[in-house]
């Protein structure tokens, strides 16, 4: 699939994507092209992140988690040079605006919200499989949650349903939930059940101007990045 010459293609997961959008204008002065964010979606639909690179669709770069990152690799869809881990996210929750604060602090209490939820919203991403394949069962409450438990998918956010008043209670990356309107008490998840996750930029195998995709991963890698980074709700790793 071609590409406009002055067009910098950007494929990025929903827990980069804010951060992303306040460097877009130092991406663009840096490689002196239109930056152009194709998705921020890695999702299960038609227009999710995987399925974009299974047709060809063109990206130069690619912003995922990075276990995501070392599959897209291994399919031959991102290049293994200059493939490098960006920032660090931990998941949270969140529940509908004007909603009490359910004052989770331990694994007793998120387990006793879970169990008191009406519905409980996740994504298709890393905090979604570890949600459904992880947390529930360590906290013995699968069976209970699971049944009543929500994949939001197709690129939407779990907050941006809460907000609706679907769901009461969700899970997503903190750098996902707080740009979203509606909903309140923005939680990390208590401590001894914390799943911290790398996000990692790497070229990709069909970018037209490789050298330009080095130097946009090396300034996402960057201390000049940083603010940004840490204002979205990530860790910089810089």
Same mark, same amino acid.
């Given at each position: 699939?071609?590409?406009?010459?002055?067009?910098? *293609?950007?494929?990025?997961?929903?827990?980069?994507?804010?951060?992303?959008?306040? %460097?877009?204008?130092? +991406?663009?002065?840096?490689?002196?092209?239109?930056?152009?964010?194709?998705?921020?979606?890695?999702?299960?639909?038609?227009?999710?992140?995987?399925?974009?690179?299974?047709?060809?669709?063109?990206?130069?770069?690619?912003?995922?988690?990075?276990?995501?990152?070392?599959?897209?690799?291994?399919?031959?869809?991102? +290049?293994?040079?200059?493939?490098?881990?960006?920032? *660090?996210?931990?998941?949270?929750?969140?529940? *509908?605006?004007?909603?009490?604060?359910?004052?989770?602090?331990?694994?007793?209490?998120?387990?006793?919200?879970?169990?008191?939820?009406?519905?409980?919203?996740?994504?298709?991403?890393?905090?979604?499989?570890?949600?459904?394949?992880? %947390?529930?069962?360590?906290?013995?409450?699968?069976?209970?949650?699971?049944?009543?438990?929500?994949?939001?998918?197709?690129?939407?956010?779990?907050?941006?349903?809460?907000?609706?008043?679907?769901?009461?209670?969700?899970?997503?990356?903190?750098?996902? %939930? +707080?740009?979203?309107?509606?909903?309140?008490?923005?939680?990390?998840?208590?401590?001894?059940?914390?799943?911290?996750?790398?996000?990692?930029?790497?070229?990709?195998?069909?970018?037209?101007?490789?050298?330009?995709?080095?130097?946009?991963?090396?300034?996402?890698?960057?201390?000049?990045?940083?603010?940004?980074?840490?204002?979205?709700?990530?860790?910089?790793?810089?």
């Amino acid at each position: 699939m071609s590409t406009a010459a002055n067009e910098f *293609r950007v494929m990025t997961s929903g827990a980069f994507t804010a951060a992303y959008k306040t %460097l877009i204008p130092q +991406l663009e002065k840096l490689t002196g092209k239109t930056v152009v964010t194709v998705t921020t979606s890695i999702g299960t639909g038609d227009t999710s992140i995987p399925n974009r690179l299974k047709r060809g669709e063109v990206a130069d770069i690619v912003i995922v988690a990075d276990g995501v990152l070392r599959q897209f690799i291994a399919d031959g869809y991102v +290049l293994a040079d200059n493939a490098t881990i960006i920032a *660090r996210s931990m998941m949270g929750f969140a529940v *509908r605006a004007g909603t009490p604060d359910p004052k989770i602090r331990t694994a007793a209490d998120l387990r006793k919200a879970l169990l008191a939820a009406k519905g409980i919203g996740y994504s298709a991403s890393e905090s979604g499989k570890y949600y459904t394949t992880v %947390l529930a069962q360590q906290l013995g409450i699968a069976d209970q949650v699971l049944p009543k438990s929500r994949l939001v998918g197709s690129g939407e956010r779990v907050g941006s349903v809460i907000a609706r008043g679907e769901l009461d209670f969700g899970f997503q990356q903190i750098s996902e %939930l +707080l740009p979203v309107q509606g909903i309140a008490h923005i939680t990390p998840l208590p401590p001894e059940l914390q799943k911290v996750s790398s996000f990692m930029a790497g070229i990709g195998a069909n970018s037209p101007d490789k050298a330009a995709a080095r130097k946009v991963i090396d300034f996402l890698a960057s201390a000049e990045a940083s603010p940004a980074i840490t204002d979205s709700g990530l860790e910089p790793l810089a």
